[in-house]
């Protein structure tokens, strides 16, 4: 077995610094496979940057539709790197022994949680304002985009985390997944894309980002115990 795929030592520490550790190395695996970090990245540039070849060049008519086109791309790009946050753990043991070395495994899977925003999430958010300005959206408008992408981009890797455990012990689960995470997705993909639409607007819009960061703190709460009971499942 490939030591680097391993999970550290985590029996003889606290969860919180499991949970560290779990973080640690997911970032350190990504780092090695750089073309799984961009590729998500250069799915949401070019579903973006198509609009303009493929309906029109015209920057009014392309910042009408630059709300649905931005949370669209971000949503499909974000469930590229959905299908192995677990499923290359459960081939390599690393999830048995994430199940037997004493930590819980709620902080555990929410450590990996963390790792998929902070690897797809978070590049998608800092790259939406670049593709904002090529649909013609105004630069004041970019703080709102920024936020709203931030908040719903954290709910969408919690609930695409639940997805994953639940698809974890069936073969080829993309589909799958993509069933069961586009549904819940909905609310997170409207709410963003109104927050986006009045911040291009110029308008307010703590109403939508009150909604979206109410969705993120439920999802936090509830989607780790849902998916480590996933996780469990799959793995045993």
Request: aromatic residues 4%.
């Amino acid at each position: 077995m490939n030591s680097a795929a391993n999970p550290p030592h985590l029996v003889r520490t606290g969860a919180l610094a499991a949970a560290l550790k779990v973080l640690q190395r997911d970032l350190r695996l990504a780092v090695r496979r750089p073309s799984q970090l961009l590729q998500p990245l250069a799915f949401f540039a070019v579903v973006s940057l198509l609009f303009p070849l493929g309906y029109t060049p015209e920057l009014d008519k392309l910042r009408a539709i630059a709300p649905g086109v931005l949370w669209v791309g971000a949503l499909l790009a974000s469930m590229l790197a959905l299908d192995s946050l677990f499923r290359e753990d459960a081939a390599d043991g690393t999830l048995e022994q994430f199940l037997i070395c004493g930590q819980p495994l709620v902080g555990l899977v929410a450590a990996k949680t963390l790792a998929h925003w902070l690897l797809t999430g978070l590049p998608l958010t800092l790259m939406a304002p670049l593709l904002g300005i090529a649909l013609g959206v105004p630069v004041a408008a970019m703080p709102g985009i920024l936020s709203s992408l931030a908040l719903g981009s954290v709910t969408l890797s919690l609930i695409g985390a639940v997805g994953a455990g639940l698809t974890l012990g069936v073969r080829r689960g993309g589909v799958l997944l993509s069933l069961l995470t586009l549904p819940l997705a909905v609310p997170v993909l409207v709410f963003g894309a109104r927050a986006t639409e009045l911040a291009i607007a110029g308008e307010s819009l703590t109403g939508p980002l009150y909604l979206l960061a109410a969705l993120a703190v439920l999802g936090a709460t509830l989607a780790p115990l849902a998916a480590a009971a996933a996780v469990r499942i799959g793995v045993e």
